[in-house]
């Protein structure tokens, strides 16, 4: 059964760092293309970054230069460090997996959801 676990979130002043985990199971990154979406209350889910199974990442433009996805193949782990941390990035950020869409977008489609994770940035 496929697994995934958010941890990382928190409350952080604007300008701080957070480091986001996705831990999953029962899946692989090099046949599953793995997204980081996120909710803030009130707005549509939005998509953050995706991590694409031949290894490459895509970023949304409002995140471009702030937000980079790694991953440890060990753990299976894949991370979302989040620099510079605006108010606007306060949200539920939410790891999603799928063996055939890899698209950034509202996550519409994807078959697997970790159960979020919230960020929370002031200002």
């Known amino acids: 059964q496929v697994q995934l676990v958010e941890s990382g979130g928190g409350s952080v002043q604007a300008g701080g760092s957070l480091r986001l985990s996705c831990a999953a199971s029962?899946?692989?990154?090099?046949?599953?293309?793995i997204g980081w979406f996120r909710q803030a209350p009130g707005k549509e889910r939005e998509g953050v970054a995706l991590?694409?199974?031949?290894?490459?990442?895509k970023y949304a433009d409002f995140v471009k230069g702030r937000f980079t996805v790694s991953h440890d193949n060990a753990k299976n782990t894949l991370y979302l460090q989040m620099d510079s941390l605006q108010s606007e990035d306060t949200a539920m950020y939410f790891c999603?997996?799928?063996?055939?869409?890899?698209?950034?977008?509202?996550?519409?489609?994807?078959?697997?959801w970790g159960q979020g994770t919230q960020v929370t940035v002031s200002s």
């Open positions: 999603a997996a799928d063996r055939w869409r890899c698209e950034l977008g509202d996550g519409q489609g994807y078959n697997y």
């Open positions: 029962n899946i692989y990154f090099s046949a599953y293309c």
């Open positions: 991590y694409e199974t031949n290894g490459r990442t």
